[in-house]
Structure formats: structure tokens, C-alpha cells
């Protein structure tokens, strides 16, 4: 079977061996994020619906997993906000049934857990990892710039009711980017919100790709660091995940070009990604430039469409 809404899997920096399942056309989200590595947001909406057939996601899940894959996650994550499909949790529930020795997990921007309907939706997943970059609404407009009918504080309640309401785990995202959320204040008013929320783990992000607007800077470890150390519990999400190199299987270039179609990528994220040399690296990107599978522009490899 041909997938359009799988992809690799690919080793995540917090999930391990993760397959992606890419529900939302590319680049419709409720934010329009400064740091976003897909670009700027096309279409800002804040309406579920069915984005992409939703029985046909379902079949290619049945296809990919009734291969009993060796993976650590199957990560609803992508191109654009995956609860904005209102069939999410009726595929999180189709994996559960059919293949419960999986878990699952959401990568959201948390926007539309204000609304109780896609708080229920999630409620099977095993994790759920919600971002949330401001706590004053100057920040957030000027860090996200999210669709006129979403309101901060209303936000953050959606995200901690839900860690109420989850029995699986929250992780809590937090990109930071210097000069805009690593002031006192903005740091202040961050942590009063994150010990409401209360999540199981709090992880800092920074820019490791192009972002959508090029003025935006990556933090420093020592920003990180201080970014850390205010917040207490905060950890920087790792580089690269060693875990998953033992699990991964072995079609490396396709699997570098599922992870190059999602985002351009340097030859350095592709060693890390996947525990390569830069010899062997090389020797991949080589047959994937030869195949015409993907072009280099700068310092970034980006993908041919298929
Ligand atoms: S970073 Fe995520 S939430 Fe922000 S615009 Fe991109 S896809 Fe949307």
C-alpha cells in the first residue's frame, strides 16, 4: 500500500521510534507561529471537520500496523493542529481497539482544549504534549498570532482541566525564544500558569530548523539553561533519541526521506536523527540526490514531492 498520511517511522527527540500520522492539510492551524518549521500558517481556522478522509487514514493505520511494526509511538502530529479533525478521536480509539499494544500520542498546540468535546476526544491517548510558549496575551499574539477567536486565558484553563481529566501523561511544551518569553516577567507570569497546569513534564524547545519568520533566534544553552533553572521542573528536549536507534529498522533512505518531507533538515539532524556517521550520511543523501528524492537549498535538504 501506498501511504499519503503515514510517514517513516522516524526517530523522535521524545517518543522514540515514532510513526507519524499527518491528518491535517498542510499548514491549516489555529496559530501562526513565528518559530513554525513548516512556514506560515495558509489557513487559519479554528474549525474541526474532516480535513482529510477519515477512512482512509483508518486504512492505511490498519495496513501499517497489522505489520506489527516495531515502534514506540504512534504520534498524531505533522503539518498543522491535529485536533482540528474531528475524527481524531475516533482514530485514536480505532488504534486502541485493534492494535492496543500501541500507544499513541497527540502533539497539539492545546488551543482547542478549552472546548470539552476535544478533551473527550483525546481521553485514550497515552500521551498528550500541548504547547504553551506566553502566559500574557502580548506575547502569545506576538510569539503565535492565533486566529481571532482564541482567547489565553481560556486556553490554559482548556489545558490544565484536561490534565484533570487525562489518566495518561501531559508533557508541556515550551519553545524559547530570547528576547520574547525569557524576560522575569514573561518568565513570572509563565510559571504561575505551567504549576496551575500541572503537567507531568515540562520541556523547552528551541529553533533547530528555519523558522517561518527569519528574525526569530535560536536560544542559547546558557538561555536554556536559565529558562530551566526559573521554571524548576523544566528539561531540554533531548537532541537526538539513542532508544530509538536500537528498535530502528533498516531502509535508512527512505526513512530520511520521510523525515526530510515533513521539514527541510541539515546533515547534521540527519546524523542525529538517526546515530549516522557523516560518511554514511553522505552516502545516503548522495543516492536520495541521484534519485531526484530530494534537493539541497543552502545548508537544508527538502524533499521532492512524491
Ligand atoms: S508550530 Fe505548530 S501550532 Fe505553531 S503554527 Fe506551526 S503547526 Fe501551528
Known sequence: MKYRYIFGPVPSRRLGLSLGIDIIPFKTCTLNCIYC???????????????????????????????????????????????LHKDLGKMINFIKENFPNYKVAILTNGTLLYRKSVRASLLNADVVIPSLDAATEKAFKKINRPHKGLNLKRIIKGIADFKKEFRGRVFLEIFVIPGINTSPRQLNALKKEVTKINP???????????????????????????????????????????????????????QIYSLVLRRPVTIKDIENAFHLSRRQTQKYIKLLLKENRIFKKGNFFKALPR
Open 200 to 254: 507531568d513534564k515540562i520541556q523547552l524547545n528551541t529553533l533547530v530548523r528555519p523558522p517561518a519568520e527569519s528574525w526569530v533566534k535560536k536560544a542559547t544553552d546558557e538561555e536554556i539553561e536559565k529558562v530551566r533553572k526559573f521554571l524548576k521542573r523544566a528539561h531540554p528536549i533531548p537532541a537526538s533519541s539513542k532508544k530509538a536507534k536500537k528498535k530502528q529498522k533498516i531502509n535508512v533512505p527512505h
Open 37 to 83: 518549521e513548516c512556514g506560515r500558517t495558509t489557513k487559519l481556522t479554528l474549525k474541526r471537520k474532516e480535513w482529510l478522509p477519515t477512512k482512509q487514514i483508518l486504512k492505511e493505520i490498519k495496513s501499517y500496523l497489522s505489520k506489527n511494526p516495531e515502534i514506540d509511538f504512534v504520534t498524531f502530529s505533522g503539518s498543522g493542529e491535529p485536533t
